[in-house]
């Protein structure tokens, strides 16, 4: 615990709130185990200092069933971790071989800690995000993604000579809105009370429900949302929307205000250019990991800059629709997420019209039952799919995501396939699931266990 220190009247009349200057230590988060967010006591704490948070980083990094401790230890770093129950703590200090016990384990767990965080390269990759971003590096290491995009704007409209709007903190106090039922809908409904989304999200289909016994394939958008950006010039300064905020806040009927697509001849818009000049630093960044001459280490610094021009680029679109960010602009969330269910639409449509059966579509991606036993058939036909899709566009493209050899597609993203992968030359078979009860960290153990 750092030295704490009486913070004089003069000082808090001024606002400094050093860490220095603390007088007792603050109450921190309630809660065994501190798994949920930080508080703000303990940001005050750690503020100027990096603190690396291995339990916001695995959410931020990798999926997985659960993100505790002992579930993370297994999965990424193969060692088994003793789990100890928190009401069972108190009992190892009745002796001293018990407290002995207690100790090693509360050490180990710093090792597993540190293990997972060179493991997930934490450090490396937010450094690099931060780079891009030109943020706090102990921002981005708490998540803050939202914040890095932000500042990423900020330094390019700043280049541009544009002048940014002020951030605004709080909450906005708009009135409420009742819906059909009577239900309270605004931003001000009362806690608890399920909200209408504020728009309307990518188009998921109809899933054609059973068991496919031949090969599914999966054909799937690269990164749907910044390429639509760039194809149809999205940006703050090319489409024109409306000046008050507040209806586009709290507006339920979100079809009627999207608006058009920039017209061909407009120069191109600084959103569009920034992704743009992500994608091709990536692009130039992955050409450089072919060179065969590449140290482990060098490999592995490329890799970390890959993952985080991939990161930033990808979590673009997210501050446009997210009301808290200084560039919250609905009208372009919701044009570019018009324009990817009219894409997944017209795709499907373009299927069919080959006589292809589409049984699944989910935002950027569709699945087609081919009829076919055979890999090889299966993969020209999704080339010659991918041919005709990507003829439509200048920058969209479709690219062939994943071939099962059978399904059970049970609902909307519920499905379990054995899915077909190519490793050193040779095909495996493994299972792939998604939305099922043995992939919900909300399931208990044994539907797990039943389930798989």
Known sequence: ?????????????????????????????????GMGDTTYAERMV???????DTYLAAKDLIRSKSYSLTQLSASQLAITREEIEYDRVPSFFATASALDHIIGHCEFDAFLAAGL????????????????????????????RAERNEFLLLHEFHRNKFVCPDKTFGKIVLPEDDDDDGEKTGPVAKKGARRKPAYSGGLVLEPKKGFYDKFV??????????SIIQEYNICFTTVQRGENLVRDIICSDAEDQIPDVPDAALQQGLLPRVIRSLVDRRRAVKSLMKN????PAEMIQLDIRQKALKLTANSMYGCLGFAHSRFYAKPLAMLITYKGREILQNTVDLAEGQNLNVIYGDTDSIMIYTNEIEVAKVIEIGNELKKKVNERYNLLEIEIDGLFRQ???LKKKKYAALAVEEHNGTMVEVVETKGLDLVRRDWCGLSHDVSE
Do not use: H
């Not at 009247?9 to 007088?23: A, C, D, E, H, V």
């Not at 750690?46 to 690396?52: A, D, K, N, T």
């Open 1 to 33: 615990m750092p030295e704490l220190y009486q913070c004089s009247s003069s000082q808090k009349r001024k606002g400094i709130t050093n860490r220095t200057f603390l007088s007792s230590w603050p109450k921190l988060q309630a809660g065994a185990g």
């Open 46 to 52: 750690m503020s100027g200092r990096l603190m690396c």
């Open 117 to 144: 965080m060179f493991k997930l390269q934490v450090l490396p990759l937010t450094r690099q995000l931060t780079n891009l971003a030109g943020n706090m590096w102990s921002r981005t290491m708490v998540g803050a």
């Open 217 to 226: 394939l999966l054909l799937d958008f690269n990164s749907l949302y910044p």
């Open 292 to 295: 065969p001459k590449l140290s």
């Open 407 to 409: 399904m059970l597609l």
